[in-house]
């Protein structure tokens, strides 16, 4: 069974930065893609950055974009996610997530293993 602990959220000022981690462990497969997600009381769960482990493609928000930065170590079968100029919207629980085997690397819940998230809070 994929295992997934994200670790590295925490309490920050505006303008400040986090390193999240993601440990992964219990691969049978090599996931297609690995992706952060976030999600705010009262909110739906959204994606932030996706990377493609094939290679060095990558994806983000665009309310993060050019602030975060999502990473791999296929060696350590770690995520990282560094998030620069953090803003008070940027609180949420942040998810890490691994595509299942044969499924797209879309939006939709089941097609990913989840973590169990952590804590991000930005204040002003």
């Known amino acids: 069974q994929v295992k997934l602990v994200e670790s590295g959220g925490g309490s920050v000022q505006a303008g400040g930065s986090l390193s999240l981690s993601c440990a992964a462990s219990g691969y049978t497969y090599r996931p297609y893609c690995l992706a952060w997600f976030r999600q705010a009381p009262g909110k739906e769960r959204e994606r932030v950055a996706l990377?493609?482990?094939?290679?060095?493609?990558?994806w983000y928000a665009d309310s993060v974009k050019g602030r975060f930065t999502i990473s791999q170590d296929n060696a350590k079968n770690t995520l990282y996610l560094q998030m620069n100029s953090l803003k008070p919207e940027d609180t949420a629980m942040y998810y890490c997530?691994?595509?299942?085997?044969?499924?797209?690397?879309?939006?939709?819940?089941?097609?990913?293993?989840w973590g169990q998230g952590t804590q991000v809070t930005v204040s002003s």
């Open positions: 990377i493609y482990t094939g290679g060095v493609s990558t």
């Open positions: 997530a691994a595509v299942r085997s044969g499924s797209w690397c879309g939006l939709a819940y089941e097609n990913y293993f």
